[in-house]
């Protein structure tokens, strides 16, 4: 497509606590291989670090980078403000520790215009930086980690359920009202899922990837899991038939592990047979995870994958219903047409 027909493009960006990585991920924007008009819209949780600092440095250094608040520090609400103050037909989400590949968006114009899709995406290509974050990367990355989404394992492209951040039609946003705010976590799921139930197409590519930082440690990602489990649950109560096998695999495996303990506390050894198991299968599906890692990073990816697992379960399994309840309560649009 000649240049001066490419679309021109808005990059929103919900930022919360994110000075080690918000500037390369800017640079990562505005360094992209792509000749159509560029903006990116940054909104600014309640942080704590050098992160509002740093985004005013943007601004002042480069015309194309803008700011909105967001005093709730939530991400949906920080997703649609920065929506909302932005006016491009093809809308980008990136988060604050996410680094677009150098075509990126060249590629999710063009996938766009292809496919006929509401939202294109990728992979989530995790990539750490000390040991534990490459066990989680490893972690994140492997079949026995996170199932067989597409955009954590790879694959063919094709239509999905869901992807990761995902480059959208600004038309398919406000048709669906951008994002539910009630929901803390799995917004991009839910939102999908709408697109999906409307008609539109979610469409995933292998040639799109942003690098992600895992989080720093195991208490960091217990809670990122936790949340993760918690909310995907909400969605299961929200829209009905959107659970599937793979969504129940870790609650099962919580409460399997559970029963298991307590049987062989008080009735027989047999008992620790069920943890146990589960301990060497995850020893075991981290082998092949780890190929190529040190020995000490690949030492802790069976702790990630534990982690990851029993904290998705269990939040999935302690998900308040009064959640479900109040994100009823708020089915409002909250983008609307420009």
């Given at each position: 497509?000649?240049?001066?027909?490419?679309?021109?493009?808005?990059?929103?960006?919900?930022?919360?606590?994110?000075?080690?990585?918000?500037?390369?991920?800017?640079?990562?924007?505005?360094?992209?291989?792509?000749?159509?008009?560029?903006?990116?819209?940054?909104?600014?949780?309640?942080?704590?670090?050098?992160?509002?600092?740093?985004?005013?440095?943007?601004?002042?250094?480069?015309?194309?980078?803008?700011?909105?608040?967001?005093?709730?520090?939530?991400?949906?609400?920080?997703?649609?403000?920065?929506?909302?103050?932005?006016?491009?037909?093809?809308?980008?989400?990136?988060?604050?520790?996410?680094?677009?590949?150098?075509?990126?968006?060249?590629?999710?114009?063009?996938?766009?215009?292809?496919?006929?899709?509401?939202?294109?995406?990728?992979?989530?290509?995790?990539?750490?930086?000390?040991?534990?974050?490459?066990?989680?990367?490893?972690?994140?990355?492997?079949?026995?980690?996170?199932?067989?989404?597409?955009?954590?394992?790879?694959?063919?492209?094709?239509?999905?359920?869901?992807?990761?951040?995902?480059?959208?039609?600004?038309?398919?946003?406000?048709?669906?009202?951008?994002?539910?705010?009630?929901?803390?976590?799995?917004?991009?799921?839910?939102?999908?899922?709408?697109?999906?139930?409307?008609?539109?197409?979610?469409?995933?590519?292998?040639?799109?990837?942003?690098?992600?930082?895992?989080?720093?440690?195991?208490?960091?990602?217990?809670?990122?899991?936790?949340?993760?489990?918690?909310?995907?649950h909400v969605v299961a109560r929200f829209h009905q038939g959107s659970i599937n096998l793979r969504y129940l695999a870790p609650p099962t495996a919580v409460v399997a592990?559970?029963?298991?303990?307590?049987?062989?506390?008080?009735?027989?050894?047999?008992?620790?047979?069920?943890?146990?198991?589960?301990?060497?299968?995850?020893?075991?599906?981290?082998?092949?995870?780890?190929?190529?890692?040190?020995?000490?990073?690949?030492?802790?990816?069976?702790?990630?994958?534990?982690?990851?697992?029993?904290?998705?379960?269990?939040?999935?399994?302690?998900?308040?219903?009064?959640?479900?309840?109040?994100?009823?309560?708020?089915?409002?649009?909250?983008?609307?047409?420009?």
């Amino acid at each position: 497509m000649p240049p001066h027909q490419l679309p021109a493009v808005s990059v929103i960006m919900p930022v919360l606590n994110e000075e080690r990585h918000l500037r390369n991920a800017v640079r990562h924007i505005l360094e992209q291989e792509y000749d159509g008009e560029t903006e990116v819209v940054i909104a600014l949780g309640p942080s704590t670090d050098r992160t509002d600092e740093i985004a005013a440095e943007l601004v002042a250094e480069d015309p194309r980078v803008h700011t909105v608040p967001n005093p709730t520090g939530r991400t949906p609400a920080a997703l649609n403000a920065a929506i909302k103050a932005s006016r491009h037909p093809v809308v980008v989400r990136v988060d604050g520790h996410g680094m677009l590949s150098p075509d990126y968006i060249a590629t999710a114009v063009r996938l766009l215009e292809e496919t006929g899709a509401q939202n294109v995406g990728g992979l989530m290509h995790a990539e750490g930086e000390n040991d534990w974050e490459k066990a989680v990367a490893a972690a994140m990355t492997s079949k026995i980690g996170v199932g067989n989404a597409a955009f954590h394992t790879g694959g063919e492209a094709a239509p999905a359920e869901t992807v990761y951040l995902g480059v959208f039609r600004r038309e398919a946003l406000e048709q669906q009202g951008g994002y539910n705010e009630e929901f803390i976590r799995a917004q991009d799921w839910e939102l999908n899922f709408r697109i999906r139930e409307a008609g539109g197409l979610i469409w995933f590519s292998p040639e799109l990837k942003v690098s992600y930082r895992p989080r720093p440690s195991v208490r960091a990602l217990a809670k990122q899991y936790k949340d993760y489990g918690r909310w995907r649950h909400v969605v299961a109560r929200f829209h009905q038939g959107s659970i599937n096998l793979r969504y129940l695999a870790p609650p099962t495996a919580v409460v399997a592990i559970a029963a298991g303990i307590v049987l062989g506390v008080a009735v027989t050894p047999w008992g620790f047979v069920i943890p146990g198991g589960y301990l060497a299968a995850i020893a075991a599906g981290s082998l092949p995870a780890g190929k190529g890692l040190p020995v000490t990073a690949r030492l802790r990816i069976p702790v990630a994958l534990a982690t990851m697992h029993m904290s998705w379960g269990w939040g999935f399994l302690t998900s308040p219903r009064a959640l479900a309840k109040k994100v009823i309560a708020s089915r409002r649009p909250a983008v609307m047409a420009q």
